[in-house]
């Protein structure tokens, strides 16, 4: 894919926050009022949706297995997910 056709891909994706990107590159996230959106592949289709609101920062295990989430407005502000089976797997203070 050519790279004015790859930026016009990422600029329909609108976020809350400057859009990050995982260690590797493989996944785009998103950070919105409402969710976290990660997207990847050659078209950039969603690949995850996390349905928390106000969501802060967002950061990933360096082998991209494990994401972490930042909510610093909820009673239990860190929660972790399984990014590949798309599960919550812990959340702590």
């Given amino acids: 894919m050519p790279d004015e056709e ?5 600029q329909r994706f609108n976020s809350d926050q400057p ?3 995982s260690p590797k590159g ?5 950070i919105k009022s409402d969710k976290v959106e ?7 289709k969603p690949i ?3 349905n928390e609101p106000k969501v ?3 950061i990933f295990s360096p082998c991209e ?3 972490m989430v930042y909510l610093p407005k909820n009673e239990m502000p ?3 997910w399984n990014f590949v089976t798309h599960e919550k797997i812990r959340e702590f203070e």
Avoid: P
């Avoid at 990660?38 to 950039?44: A, R």
């Fill in 65 to 67: 297995r494990y994401v």
């Fill in 38 to 44: 990660f997207v990847g592949g050659s078209t950039m």
């Fill in 19 to 21: 859009f990050l990107w």
């Fill in 26 to 30: 493989t996944y785009m996230v998103l």
């Fill in 6 to 10: 790859r930026l016009a891909n990422i």
């Fill in 78 to 80: 860190y929660a972790v």
């Fill in 56 to 58: 802060e920062t967002v």
């Fill in 48 to 50: 995850l949706t996390i």
